[in-house]
């Protein structure tokens, strides 16, 4: 998961260009429903810093389907929209585009709407709630929401800049290294904690986390054991961790899981005795097979 900063845009702007889109029936339809419209945006920016979900509204049937056809019918302003959201997440930082602020694992590629178009509809072009994510995370959170709390972290509204709401624990249980995430925060942030730990739960991302973390620490390992032949010490090891750590947090947020592996790892006090267990083990990677040549592509 990670913060991002949402877009200053106009809704005033971009809502009467897709409403002036529309053909006649559909646009009367819109204009007849813009007050409520607007009043129902301020109360998502009244409820999701708040992490509370807007009250539903049941509207009728042809209002709800003009609202759907904002979104689900192509205009030129609703593509204007987009490019407008997506220069805003390139001008804060490229990260944004290159990896979905649900996961942090894939390029965002697919547009969420974070309160589902189908039972929040007067929100299908409201711009904080466009969220640009990856195919596997929309496809994973679906239509789901819980009008009682919020069940995903929003990069907008739950994930603080500073604040950590997503951890890992290592630690080494016979001989094998056990790596878990969570979400958990302090004091004022602990709701925000809660939302974390549906959010992995929900996308599983935890089991997820894991796999991707194994890979990297087993790299960690073959770069020590190439600096380090006959053992790494304490000092050297906590360097390397805090370094990595930096890293991590600088370029991907302190909410990254690879960040937080950096430091899962540092708070492990039998990592050091794993590691090296695995540096001056015998067992390098076998190289068999390197002198033979590929057969020729056909
Ligand atoms: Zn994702």
């Known amino acids: 998961m990670r913060f991002q900063s949402v877009a200053e845009l106009d809704f005033n702007e971009y809502l009467d ?20 419209v607007i009043a129902r945006f301020q109360a998502y920016d009244l409820a999701l810093p708040q992490h509370q979900v807007p009250a539903l509204v049941v509207m009728d049937g042809p209002t709800k389907a003009a609202l759907l056809a904002c979104y689900n019918v192509g205009t030129i302003p609703l593509s204007e929209l987009k490019n407008a959201i997506l220069a805003s997440l390139l001008s ?5 585009l290159q990896r979905c602020p649900y996961c942090m694992l894939n390029d965002p590629r697919t547009w969420d709407h974070y309160l589902p178009k189908d039972s929040y509809p007067e929100y299908s072009v409201y711009h904080p709630n466009l969220l640009y994510v990856c195919f596997g995370c929309n496809q994973r959170k ?8 919020p069940l995903y972290c ?19 249980d016979a001989g094998a290294l056990v790596i878990s995430y969570y979400g958990a925060a302090y004091g004022a942030h602990a709701s925000a904690g809660d939302i974390a730990q549906r959010h992995l739960e929900r996308l599983q991302l935890p089991r997820r986390f894991q796999a991707e973390a194994a890979a990297l620490v087993s790299n960690l390992i073959g770069e020590l054991r190439h600096y380090f032949p006959k053992g790494v010490g304490a000092e050297a090891m906590k360097d390397v961790l805090r370094r990595r750590f930096s890293d991590a947090q600088e370029q991907l947020g302190c909410n ?16 050091l005795d794993y590691a090296n267990a695995q540096i001056i083990a015998a067992d390098v990677p076998s190289s068999d097979g390197f002198e033979i040549p590929a057969p020729k592509h056909r």
Request: aromatic share 12%; glycine share 2%.
């Open 92 to 96: 804060h930082a490229p990260i944004n």
């Open 142 to 149: 679906r239509d789901d929401y819980d009008a009682a709390a």
């Open 17 to 36: 260009a897709i409403i002036q889109a529309k053909h006649l029936f559909t646009r009367a339809l819109l204009i007849a429903a813009r007050p409520d």
């Open 154 to 172: 929003h990069p907008y509204f739950t994930v603080p800049e500073a604040e950590t709401l997503l951890h890992c624990a290592v630690l080494v």
């Open 256 to 271: 990254a899981w690879d960040a937080r592996l950096w430091h899962g790892l540092a708070f492990c006090e039998e990592f």
